[in-house]
């Protein structure tokens, strides 16, 4: 199998840096529909009017869950593809397996307009009813985001992007 290098803008569980590089390992094709729920939204580490209280994948602060917001800016069916990648590497530091995602036009200035007037508040990445990355939003993001997934196998992720895929179930 082929491998070469994307970039992404990082959501890292508890940081954004930008200059994520992830190998790719592993696309699925995007023909059918997500068999997985996908949202992205803005989300805090305390209780908030509007959010609820969902479980994290994992956590470098020891949290075990976050709040986020009902109201999703990003869900699956702007998923324009999804993939895994053997490592995620931020700076000189390499964070484990991650979960390559990329949004339809639409979506990416969604997200772009939103980022813009909401740098350094809390994005959730959500499959499933499970927090897979929470985020500080470090500079405006695009239609792109390389989640590092810490202590996670190359398996899990791709997993992860069959899921979202509709090809994993």
């Known amino acids: ?29 995007r023909s059918g529909a997500s068999g997985a729920t996908l949202r992205i939204a803005p989300s805090s580490d305390k209780a908030r009017v509007g959010m609820r209280a969902l479980p994290l994948r994992t956590s470098m ?15 699956e069916a702007d998923l324009a593809d999804a993939s895994a990648a053997a490592d995620c590497q931020i700076g000189p530091e390499r964070h484990g397996a991650a979960v390559n995602l990329s949004f ?19 994005l959730a990445v959500v499959v499933d009813g499970r927090v897979l990355a929470n985020a500080n939003v470090m ?27 509709g090809t994993g179930r």
């Open 1 to 29: 199998m082929r491998t070469h290098p994307r970039r992404f803008a990082p959501i890292f569980i508890a940081l954004a840096i930008a200059g994520c590089t992830c190998t790719a390992a592993f696309a699925a094709d």
């Open 61 to 75: 602060t020891g949290a075990k869950e976050v709040w986020v917001s009902d109201d999703a800016l990003l869900t």
């Open 104 to 122: 339809s036009p639409s979506g990416a200035a969604r997200m772009e307009a939103w980022s813009r007037k909401n740098v350094g508040a809390m």
């Open 139 to 165: 500079s405006p993001l695009g239609g792109k985001f390389g989640l590092c997934l810490p202590d996670a196998s190359l398996a899990e992720a791709q997993s992860i992007a069959a899921e979202l895929h």
